[in-house]
């Protein structure tokens, strides 16, 4: 697929965009849902998205990217339906980001004060299961399509251009 990344630089570019949209939907859903988000400035939400995209990027590219790789292309498919191939990869990555990034919000909420008298071990498998259910379908339905669109049309094709005389 020409809209997939192939170099280490255009696999940065691709997990710096598709984590740019993943960490602004799911930072202002779990926001909204423990009622922060009227609570913060706007600037307190730029900072909370800055770390966040931080650690969802780093996590993304030395942890999750590279087992969720190993995982989805180690499992019995036809490799050249490019699709199955994505499909694989996305149902991973988003498996291990909601694992660690649930972990993430649960130490900035308890470190807020947030977790008052709550089971961290059911506030963690709820946490897990609600980040879950959006991140997978968004994942999937919205912003993969819309990132590979975008790379493949704005980024992977300038490296190809050839100038026409």
């Not at 202002?28 to 400035?41: D, I, R």
């Not at 990034?101 to 649960?106: D, K, N």
């Amino acid at each position: 697929m020409r809209d997939l990344p192939t170099t280490k630089k255009e696999q940065i570019i691709f997990g710096m965009m598709m984590c740019t949209g993943m960490v602004v939907v799911m930072m202002t859903f779990n926001l909204w849902h423990n009622g922060l988000l009227s609570k913060m400035s706007a600037l307190d939400i730029l900072l909370q998205f800055i770390l966040c995209f931080i650690i969802a990027f780093l996590v993304e590219s030395f942890i999750v990217g590279p087992v969720a790789r190993k995982i989805a292309f180690s499992l019995p498919f036809d490799k050249s339906n490019k699709i199955l191939g994505v499909l694989a990869m996305s149902f991973f990555m988003v498996i291990g980001m909601v694992l660690i990034m649930s972990l993430y919000g649960m130490i900035s909420a308890y470190l807020a004060n947030q977790l008052s008298g709550a089971s961290v071990l059911n506030t963690y498998l709820h946490t897990i299961a609600r980040n879950f259910s959006l991140a997978l379908p968004y994942q999937i339905i919205i912003l993969g399509p819309l990132v590979r669109y975008v790379f493949g049309k704005f980024i992977k094709d300038k490296g190809s251009v050839v100038p026409s005389t």
